[in-house]
């Protein structure tokens, strides 16, 4: 019938699609791996420490220490600093729970602070207002990619001499006031997961920061403490960058900074076709609000992030047309299961409560097709209609 005429076939969209990228880089990455099995020097190879290099270049910091994980990394940057027990750290309830459960992992206490409603990120309004005797760090997440205010929470913790520790696991080459994310606190984060914009062939993570001590210590807890083969200053952990992750790294990283333009380009093309649909509005009773970016941040659009009406009947809409879609996150971490014992309750943190609720992240990657972006926003625009 008519649905036919007006309504063409949308296309299956995947929310991410590796393949596409493997298949560029597929002989160079191929022959970095045989590389590292050839030397047999798997454990802290050649790979690791010229992966370090060049991260830190590219985030205009001295140095850079690989690691297993982000998580790993946000505990090794936080034991760096001597950030630990009876010390309390402010971060943010919308984030992944490896944020909080870092400062808790070092024997810190996690002390939460709602998020501004326009880029989901720290509020320094909040922070001030839990600024206690205790607290001695600020954890900002630089969440989708996008940079938390540096600016007002610098100001916040040279005030009060508290340390600043970047959870930037999802904004390598991001910045801020045309500083990278990395070098913008005392010490920073940095995850290599295989969804990132910097991607990994398994767990990966990496410690930034322009001091050298910090740096120094880093490297030493990453492996148990040891500045001497089998003589334990500290007690660490192994926590070591894979050498053949680091080799994966070290094509990636080339690439890294044509990804995050690509993504910037979708997120404007996404902006546009929403637009044209006149799909959009200031708030969720108004239509769909798109991503806002800071003037003063260089967004990587590690996701694409809308605040949705209906969102879960949209997800539902969306998958049933097989077109990939995510919420991150579901559950602020002040009302998880797990950190109950942090005495928060609902309606404590307003603004990321009702984030959890709206937000839906689309495909964004820098394979993503335009074809298909446009068969995202026209399923959305079919939902709607
Ligand atoms: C991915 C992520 C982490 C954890 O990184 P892993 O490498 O998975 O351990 C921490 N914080 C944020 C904000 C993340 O997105």
Redesign the pocket.
Known sequence: MIETDTHPKLLAVPMLDFSREFAEIREEVLAAIAGVCESQRFILGPEVARFEAAAAEACGVPFAVGCA??????WLALTALKIGAGDAVVTTPF??F??VS?ILRVGAWPVLADIDERTFNLSAGAVEKVLGADVVGIMP?H?YGQCADITALTALARERGLKVVE?A??AFGASWEGVKAGGLGDAA?F???P??NLAAFG???MVSTRDEVVAERAKMLRQHGMRRRYYHDEVGWNSRLDTLQAAVLEVKLQRVEAGNRRRRELASLYNERFTAAGLVGKTTAEGVVLPFTDPRAEHVFHQYVIRAPKRDALREYLTAHSIGSEVYYPLVLSLQESLKFLGYKKGDFPVSEKAAEEVLALPIYPELRVEELESVVEAIRRFYA
């Open positions: 994980s982000g998580t790993d990394a946000l984030s992944f490896a944020t870092s997440v969440l959870d696991a999802q984060a995850s290599f997961y969804t990132k767990d990966a993570g």
